[in-house]
């Protein structure tokens, strides 16, 4: 039978690898669990940049260019609320402002959150079963010399400039995991961890109550793409970030900050030379090409990383026969 796969994916990196996942694997034995930290309100509008990332990459509608959005959008709300007088600093386009209202709206109403991110993805035509770690509220903090800023604060306004001095995660020691997103790990022959970013996409799912205990009791097979080319990111600060928060700016860090819930790692072939130490950590390793641009790359790396975490799976079940 074809196994069960579950992605824990960050927005841009993540939206990669889920594309490549949904081109080669049946949308009824694919979970994705997003991350919800990046969420912040925006002129009385909820947005959930990762979550829209992944929704509207699977619904083949993201501006390729940029790696978010819309494709096509025009901007002509964003002028008038800028005449307004109003900061608008977060680049948001008509159509997905349109997102925004209707997330809200329905928030209003006391509908769950995961209900709403289900409601929004079928709408645009994804099948695949996206799922949110937690409907509680869950923001990430990040402290420069500036002070504390939140997430987009630091990313989009600042873009990533301010050296990070610590990051927190506020909301996780109340916020509660979906049942959805437990059933997800708990039911998985495969557990994949996207190239994201470790501290700011990923951590902040494990820091929901519940997700990393059932990542560390799940009998799936637990396999992490790192998002490290040449021990540098293509895009984004997850590089530096990992230095900041004092891990190796290497494959080694991305290993360490994922300790107790890894079998194995996929690297890019620019990177082979870290494969030893790693292994010497009792993880397998797989190097391949990474870099994922074409649809066509996202796909190889795909099938690539299922085939390599497939193979422990069938050891373990000729090893419990």
Known sequence: MTPRITLLAGGVGGAKLAEGLAAIYPPERLSIIGNVADDQEFHGLWV??????????????????????LTGESHRVLAGLERLGCETWMSLGDQDMATHI???????????????????AESLGVTINLLLPTDDPLQTRV???????????????????PEVQ????????????????????????IVLIAPSNPVVSIAPIL???????????TRAVRVAVSPLIGGRTVKGPADRMLSAMGYPCSNLGVAASYTGL???????????????????????????????????EKA?????????ADTFRREREEVEA
């Open 143 to 161: 402290r420069t010399e500036q002070g504390w800023l939140a997430f987009q604060e630091y990313f989009v306004r600042e873009r990533c400039l």
């Open 262 to 296: 890894l079998d194995g790692l996929v690297i890019d072939q620019d990177d082979g030379a870290d494969r030893a130490e790693l292994e010497a950590k009792d993880l397998r390793v797989m190097t391949m090409a990474t870099l994922m641009t074409r649809a066509e």
């Open 207 to 217: 820091a929901v109550p519940g997700i990393r205990r059932a990542l560390e009791t």
């Open 102 to 120: 209707f997330r809200t709206q329905l928030r209003h109403q006391g509908i769950r959150p995961s209900a709403i991110a289900q409601k929004i």
């Open 48 to 69: 959930s940049p990762d979550i829209d990332t992944l929704t509207y990459s699977l619904a083949n509608l993201i501006d390729r260019k940029q790696g978010w959005g």
């Open 300 to 308: 190889r790396v795909a099938e690539e990383t299922i085939a390599f």
């Open 166 to 189: 610590e990051v927190r995660f506020e909301g996780a020691t109340e916020a509660r995991a979906t049942p959805e997103a437990l059933a997800a790990i708990k039911t998985a022959d």
